[in-house]
């Protein structure tokens, strides 16, 4: 198998999920293999199931009598798995980070490296591309996008010189996007402002702040009583929805109290304190920079 992406906190993220031999784990986002790889060698008789709706990654599965790859965005962890006969599992991984492999594939569109088609789907079979996005959504909806999710802070004059340029001709490449945009780029901050424009058409066309929610909904669902969920994320949209989901069972972080006061809670927290990687992994792979590691365990009745 050809590892095309580099785990980030790999170590500490197999050790969160506290893996039983017999178990039966689950790996959100398989991408390039290495946490599902990593995972199998802790295994004994065990089962891992693997989704990823991306077509590349079922080009790289593990071969491994005691591995399944299910190609499907996880939001549809629950229902893959009831069709499959299993209703609760041990552990689940989550990495929600876009895989090297697609940045550095040019053709995808998710790097304003290349100069390529505006593509930017996971799932190459959904209609939605981010070329659609950049020349049919309203001017609202664009400020929303850039806001909301790309947290770009001259959202409005971005989105005008973006209507200004489509109503000459579509937008149809990266090049093309770039060219209609490079008066609104910062100078001293190219690189982020460029990222996160990027990041906000990527998560718009795969819906991945809806795809989390459901999947997180699933997660309390399927995971037995002590069975952990491990999430690594990588800005800060999703780990608010992350952290508050694994505090509160609510994406609003509301801790709910019953009738005598005592507070509620679905999962116990085992690392307070959000996880980062060290200096040395950091050095070794930048693009670990961002990343944030939550582990939880489903409480016990």
Known sequence: MEQYHIPVMLDTS???????????????????GGHSGAILNKLGN???IAFDQDEDAAQNVLRDER????????????????????????GILADLGVSSHDFDEA????????????????????ALTAATII???????????FTSLG??????????????????????????????????????????????LFQSLRMETNDETGA?????????????????????????????????FLRSGNFEGKVEKDFYGNTEVPFELINRKVVVPDDDEMQANPRSRSAKLR???????
């Open 67 to 90: 591995f399944m790859f299910i190609r499907a965005n996880f939001k549809y962890l629950k229902n893959f798995l009831r069709y499959y006969g299993i209703d609760q599992v041990d």
């Open 14 to 32: 197999i050790e969160g999920l506290n893996i039983s031999p017999g178990g039966i784990y689950v790996d959100a986002t398989y991408g390039g």
């Open 295 to 301: 582990i939880a365990e489903k409480r016990r009745a």
């Open 107 to 126: 053709r995808r569109g998710f790097s304003f490296r290349f100069d390529a088609p505006l593509d930017m789907r996971m799932n190459r079979e959904s």
């Open 151 to 196: 947290e770009i802070k001259n959202a409005g004059r971005l989105v005008s010189a973006i209507v200004t340029a489509r109503e000459k001709s579509p937008l149809l490449t990266t090049g093309d996007l770039l060219n209609a945009i490079k008066t609104c780029i910062p100078k001293a901050l190219e690189k982020k402002y460029l990222a996160q």
């Open 135 to 145: 020349n049919e959504y309203g001017r609202d909806e664009l400020f929303r996008i």
């Open 46 to 48: 065990g089962k891992l």
């Open 212 to 244: 989390l929610k459901a999947f997180l909904l699933s997660v309390y669902e399927v995971l037995k009583p002590g069975g952990r969920i491990v999430v690594l994320s990588y800005h800060s949209i999703e780990d608010r929805l992350v952290k508050n």
